[in-house]
């Protein structure tokens, strides 16, 4: 799968960020479409390792969202272990 852009309709400057997979098609999800597969992704990791004081499950994939709004870029990878 691969990361791929295409050239916006809203305006000169407008780009579409989306997902080249493995049958073909080009897909760009929603905003609604990330914030649900964030949400499951934040429930799974509490299923996967269940927060207490010393592990944040699904805390740690919202601190890495949330460092990368707050800085506008991708967040070390070693930092949240991906």
Request: aromatic share 14%; charged share 35%.
């Amino acid at each position: 799968m691969n990361r791929i852009t295409k050239k916006g309709k809203k305006d000169s400057q407008d780009v579409k960020y989306g997902l080249n997979c493995n049958c073909g098609k080009d897909h760009f999800p929603s905003y609604e479409d990330i914030a649900w597969m964030i949400f499951n992704c934040m429930n799974n990791e509490d299923v996967l390792y269940p927060p207490d004081d010393y592990i944040k499950g699904g805390r740690m994939l919202h601190d890495y969202f949330n460092e990368t709004m707050i800085y506008r870029k991708l967040p070390d990878r070693k930092k949240y272990k991906l």
